[in-house]
Structures are given as structure tokens and as C-alpha cells.
């Protein structure tokens, strides 16, 4: 199990299997997972290739050493698996490629209120790539695990089969098919930010005006947002084919339900980036346009 740049939150949400963890464990054989067991990345570039049997890559690579340690599992696993959004499509932390990298390190160094000095730490750290590339543009996966994060009950299924040797199989439908609320298929007049009004509990939220992309997500959560009252994000991405324009499905999706004048929708969707591609932004077309642009800068 490997882990880029990221929250941790998708190997939580491992842990989160509680007792089941009883079960899956004692039929592991962990070769290396940096901050559970006291490997180091030399005992990982040291094992044959293809001689790990499951690699787990969490997080996106942003660093130098992120893109090693997802080279050198790609060599040493034989199946290797995006595991989370960030894996699979940049995640959040993708959203950075709407900037240069110089603009980040403002933000975060050198113009940041709450650090003294301004300077941007370099000693004993590994450098910082120019810009968030999809994890597929530097090895190939066989499995992708989306989910910001998974949930429990996906990482159970996934482990469960692949100690019994099966295949993982998932189901293609969206968020809407797991929603319980009523469609009626109506459009919408109005955009509404989710502190406004209260919506019905009973009915579609979009049909309501919520954005609510459920129906350009990969429904692996079982729509559980949605069920509780809450729009969906879309954190599991498209459906498969999971490399298609994620954000590009959602802004066509909301075009369908919302037949409202382009200068009122641009006034009423606040952030239209952070809303259809806050997870897939580094896998966009618009997202791709921005990759090559930062690297005709180091040519």
C-alpha cells in the first residue's frame, strides 16, 4: 500500500471496516505501507518485480518522490489499484492546476499569515512537481477504487473478492438510481446555494434547484448523501468509462434541468470550477489544456 500526496482518508475509511478487519487481515501479507508498518521505501525497490501479488496507490502525485514510489509499485505489483478519488482523478488537491506553481507557494509560504518567515521549506524535502498529473498519465492501473473517500463497505467488497481470487465487480449506475426521493422530471427556474430555503425531503433535490450531481456520479456510495438530505458532490467521479469529462456530464446535466438564460446561470453558480470538476479537475479536457501548457513553459 502506497500513499502520495493526500489526506489519509482513504486508508481511514479501511480501517473503518472495524471488525471485518479481523477477518481481512490475518490473510494479508503486507509488504509495505509506510505509516501502519515499518517498511522502508528501499525494502519496496527491493522486492522482484511482479512479485507482490495487490498494490493499494492512495493520493495523487505531486511530488518527485510520489512519482517514484507509483513508478516503483507499478514494477513490483501485479495488480495495482487507484485507490480514492485523488488516485483516480487528481482529487481536490488537483484544483491546484488552476494555478502555477509559483502562485501556490505564495499561498501557502510566502504570502501566508499564519507562517513566519515566508520562505519556502526546501531542505530535506522532495521536490514539487510543476503541475498535478493524472496518476494513469504515468502508469496504468488495472483497478480504480473512487471515493473521497470510499466507503467501508466498497473497500470490504473489493478485498473480499481479491483474497477469493474473484473479480470486483461493481455496478455501473449513477447516485440517482440509489435516491429515494420523487422525480418528476420537472425543470428548474431558479439556482439555489444549499443554505437557501428547505427542501422537501421527499423530492429531487435538482428539481428543487439544489445542484445535485447524482446523476453524472458513479453510485459505488449507494447514494447515501443524497438519502440524508445532502446534494451529492459527485466524489466517486463518472461512471465507467470513469475517464470520460466528469465535469463536462455534470454542467450538460444541469443544462438539461435548467432552462435559464447563460448570463443568470453564470451569476447563480458561484464557483462553476470547485462545483462540476472538484474532484476530476487534473482528468478534464479543460484540465489537460492546462498540463500541456506547464509543460511547454519547462521547454
Not at 514510489?69 to 482523478?89: N, P, Y
Not at 473478492?161 to 422525480?183: D, Q, S
Request: hydrophobic share 35%.
Amino acid at each position: 500500500m502506497g500513499q502520495g500526496s493526500s489526506c489519509w482518508g482513504c486508508f481511514q475509511s479501511l480501517v473503518d471496516i472495524h471488525m471485518n478487519l479481523a477477518t481481512v487481515l490475518p490473510q494479508l501479507d503486507i509488504k509495505y505501507w509506510q505509516c501502519v508498518v515499518d517498511y522502508k521505501l528501499h525494502d519496496l525497490e527491493n522486492y522482484p518485480d511482479k512479485s507482490i501479488a495487490v498494490g493499494l496507490y492512495e493520493g495523487m502525485a505531486r511530488t518527485e518522490e510520489d512519482i517514484h514510489l507509483l513508478k516503483v509499485m507499478r514494477e513490483k505489483c501485479q495488480t495495482l489499484i487507484a485507490f480514492g478519488s485523488c488516485s483516480c482523478f487528481g482529487g481536490i488537491p488537483g484544483l491546484a492546476n488552476f494555478s502555477d506553481i509559483e502562485e501556490c507557494l505564495d499561498v501557502k509560504f510566502r504570502e501566508n499569515k499564519t507562517v513566519s518567515g515566508g520562505e519556502v521549506p526546501s531542505e530535506n524535502l522532495p521536490a514539487i512537481a510543476p503541475v498535478v498529473k493524472p496518476n494513469t498519465d504515468y502508469v496504468d492501473f488495472e483497478i480504480f477504487l473512487p471515493g473521497c473517500p470510499p466507503t467501508s463497505k466498497l473497500i470490504l467488497t473489493a478485498v473480499t473478492a481479491l483474497l477469493k481470487g474473484e473479480p470486483i465487480e461493481l455496478e455501473p449506475h449513477t447516485v440517482c438510481h440509489y435516491c429515494a426521493r420523487e422525480k418528476k422530471d420537472t425543470p428548474i427556474d431558479k439556482i439555489l446555494r444549499p443554505y437557501q430555503g428547505i427542501a422537501d425531503k421527499d423530492r429531487c433535490l435538482l428539481e428543487q434547484g439544489y445542484i445535485c450531481l447524482g446523476s453524472a456520479t458513479w453510485g459505488l456510495c449507494e447514494g447515501q448523501c443524497v438519502n440524508k438530505g445532502a446534494t451529492c458532490r459527485g466524489c466517486f467521479g463518472p461512471p465507467p468509462p470513469i475517464m470520460q469529462d466528469f465535469g463536462a456530464n455534470a454542467m450538460s446535466m444541469l443544462g438539461t434541468y435548467a432552462p435559464i438564460p447563460p448570463e443568470e446561470i453564470k451569476e447563480q453558480v458561484k464557483d462553476p470550477l470547485g462545483l462540476f470538476n472538484r474532484f476530476t479537475y487534473a482528468t478534464s479536457h479543460l484540465g489537460s489544456i492546462r498540463i500541456k501548457r506547464e509543460e511547454v513553459k519547462k521547454k
